[in-house]
């Protein structure tokens, strides 16, 4: 069986400040994992993911990522946030052969002006 | 353009009034699959289909039905919709590989009350 844990509910940043969302993971197999992001009244967006290449993982906007097998993390970050960055973010993990995909519960991610 | 479309978008319904929420997507994926969204519990898979005429349950099966009868749709039928059905659901779609990426539709908000 296959989990997915997002440790904060809730993050707060000031614009221009880095972001950083935080996902451990759970799996007997080596997962693919995603992060997925949903701005208000959207639907969800890829925004990158890991399929057991590169172990640092560029996105989209700006976001990447980085697989720890170690620490069985996928944490996200950004160096800057920006105002348009507001919204909730998703880690998934899923395995290759398997049709299980599972969520987090997300993250809110605020950011002040 | 690649898309996944559902309709309607928003509904408002009664308790034990049978309704479908259609699901379509223009990309020849295999793999289709609901989600509810729930405040706090992130995304939670209701059922899949790996293809034409192939389903099975998600996490959370109870209380709806699918068909997948064409490859492009996979509609979502509550046949007897309650209170506890009021959610935020997303179809999705993909290759067969759980390392492909999901593309989601836009969301599909139905209060039942």
């Known amino acids: 069986a296959q989990s997915v844990t997002q440790l904060d509910s809730h993050v707060s940043v000031s614009e221009g400040t880095p972001v950083l969302l935080r996902c451990n993971y759970s799996s007997s197999y080596s997962p693919s994992l995603f992060w997925y992001v949903q701005h208000p009244n959207k639907g969800l967006q890829l925004l990158l993911k890991y399929t057991s290449a590169a172990t640092l993982v560029k996105g989209i906007n700006g976001f990447e990522a980085e697989f720890k097998k170690s620490e069985t993390s996928f944490h996200l970050t950004k160096p800057s946030a920006h105002m348009s960055d507001a919204a909730e973010y998703f880690c998934v993990v899923s395995l290759y052969n398997n049709n299980d995909m599972r969520f987090g519960a997300g993250t809110r991610l605020t950011v002040k002006p | ?113």
């Open chain 2, 1 to 113: 353009e690649a898309q996944v479309t559902q309709n309607p978008r928003y509904l408002i319904t009664v308790t034990g009034k049978k309704l479908t929420v259609t699901c379509s997507q223009n990309m020849n994926h295999e793999y289709m699959s609901w989600y509810r969204q729930d405040p706090g519990l992130g995304l939670r898979q209701i059922y899949y289909s790996m293809n034409v005429e192939v389903t099975d349950k998600g996490d959370v099966p109870e209380g709806y039905k699918v068909s997948r009868k064409e490859k492009r749709n996979f509609p979502l039928i509550l046949e007897s919709p309650s209170p506890n059905q009021t959610s935020l659901y997303f179809c999705a779609s993909r290759r067969p590989s759980g390392g492909d990426t999901q593309y989601f539709g836009p969301g599909t908000r139905l209060t039942v009350l």
